[in-house]
């Protein structure tokens, strides 16, 4: 059986809609907070001011729902919701609507403690929110919790005047049961406007339109100027890329940021040409319209192709500069290395010269100590590393010092290895001391190689030094 529409029924809508028509409309100023819900009587009275209108929605949320099971998603849209709504609410704004995966956030000027923060400001604020938490916050959990999964989205934002209204249906007559389907509309291009700017800002974009950019305070290098189409309508603003909050030091946050979606619908030329494509036969009549919109397009490629140009000339010049500044700072190090190594060579040569000095007084090397002529040994040992010398090369500078300190101090074996090291590296032996440090060492074999393997140089010491050692039987 057919549904009938009964005449109660149509006389009560009837009713209704004689009531409103023929009420007066009277307008409230907001000056205070956007009043709730339920302050809101269902009449014709509404409240009429200056707003800014936030819009934000998850991009390709059907693609989730359609990839993910039903209770995978049910967790991914309310903790998208959880974390959209603080970032409203902790900004100065009210969440009042939400459709699916979109929600719309109110902002209003305020003043306190004398200092005014308009709504737009607001409303950028929370944009910015949204974007660090869902990017640092949401996003890492996502990949901790569903592998592979992550979201984005874009906020449009538009500031003007917007009433403020109730409207909907009571319970039935008939039935006390019934519950009151009535909501809050908000009346004014501004909201349709901040909702079109949302769906066309790609995801991590915030898109907002002329008199919310001239209200708010931020560096102005992040903005840029843009036109895109929406079906046949242009909307313009300005767009921001990745606008994050900065995290206190403190936070360690992971950036996870969604996939970016190919934007054949946020580009002027690109809509056009999409369209001409898809509905060719049914636009033939409006092709000069088109003409004259890719010309204007065209003309707005060129200005950016233009901007880009000069972008690329002043990173040229600031990366000439930084070459310049690098090569600079290059010359410095190689000047302070220069005098870095000369002071070495300096207190090389200085701790050289103070073995010259105490070398010939036996009395003065045991006085000052074995310690510190340790200390001062390892120390030309350290400055000769530092200038580019070996050990072997401070060992033939000191030669006979450092074995007659080394003898002095009773350090035989010690004497002995520089023994053996001037007679295989150096042009003489020092021979002070030297059947002594022989017999108290009780090592000869080595430096007897060395001094064998030297004779053919034709040095009578390497000789004389030969015949002692056979001498004292070895």
């Known amino acids: 059986m057919a549904y009938v529409l009964s005449k109660t029924e149509f006389d009560i809508v009837q009713n209704a809609i004689e009531n409103i028509l023929t009420q007066t409309v009277e307008s409230i100023e907001l000056t205070d907070d956007i009043p709730p819900v339920g302050d809101i009587s269902d009449s014709n009275k509404v409240f009429k001011g200056k707003l800014s209108v936030l819009f934000v929605d998850m991009r390709k949320s059907t693609d989730l729902t359609d990839e993910l099971k039903s209770k995978k998603m049910v967790k991914i849209y309310r903790t998208f919701i959880r974390s959209i709504i603080q970032a409203i609410r902790y900004t100065g704004g009210y969440s009042r609507q939400f459709a699916g995966d979109g929600i719309m956030g109110i902002f209003q000027d305020s003043v306190d403690d004398d200092i005014k923060t308009t709504s737009s400001q607001k409303a950028l604020n929370a944009a910015r929110y949204i974007l660090t938490i869902i990017d640092y916050c949401l996003n890492p959990k996502l990949k901790k919790h569903m592998a592979g999964v992550n979201i984005a989205c874009g906020v449009g934002i538009s500031t003007g005047t917007i009433m403020v209204t109730k409207a909907g249906m009571r319970g039935k007559e008939s039935d006390e049961t019934a519950e009151n389907e009535l909501g809050i509309v908000w009346v004014g291009s501004t909201t349709n406007y901040a909702s079109r700017l949302c769906s066309l800002a790609a995801p991590r974009e915030i898109f907002v339109d002329e008199k919310t950019f001239k209200e708010i305070e931020t560096e102005q290098d992040i903005w840029t100027k843009a036109e895109r189409l929406k079906g046949t309508k242009s909307f313009e603003g300005y767009i ?147 200038i580019g010398k070996e050990k072997n090369d401070v060992i033939l500078d000191l030669n006979y010092y450092l074995i007659d300190i080394y003898y002095d101090l009773e350090m035989h074996e010690e004497a002995y290895d520089v023994l053996c090291v001037c007679a295989k590296y150096g042009q003489k032996v020092m021979f002070r001391n030297f059947e002594e440090i022989v017999k108290k060492s009780g090592h000869w074999y080595d430096l007897k190689t060395s001094l064998e393997s030297r004779l053919q140089n034709h040095y009578e010491e390497f000789s004389i030094a030969l015949q002692k050692l056979k001498y004292l039987g070895y």
């Open 240 to 386: 921001s890329n990745d606008y994050y909050l900065e995290l206190p030091e403190d936070v360690q946050a992971e950036l996870i940021v969604g996939e970016k979606e190919n934007e054949t619908n946020t580009s002027v030329i690109g809509q056009i040409f999409q369209e001409a494509r898809s509905e060719a036969l049914a636009l033939i009549d409006d092709i000069s319209k088109k003409s004259a919109e890719l010309a204007v397009a065209l003309e707005a490629v060129k200005m950016r192709e233009e901007k880009i140009r000069l972008q690329e000339s002043q990173n040229a010049q600031k990366e000439t500069q930084l070459n310049q500044c690098q090569q600079q700072l290059q010359n410095k190090q190689a000047n302070i290395e220069e005098k870095e190594k000369q002071n070495y060579i300096d207190e090389y040569n200085l701790n050289r010269e103070f073995f010259s000095v105490a070398y010939p007084s036996d009395p003065v090397i045991k006085q000052i100590g074995k310690d510190f002529w340790i200390k001062l040994i390892n120390k030309m040992y350290l400055c000769g590393e530092r």
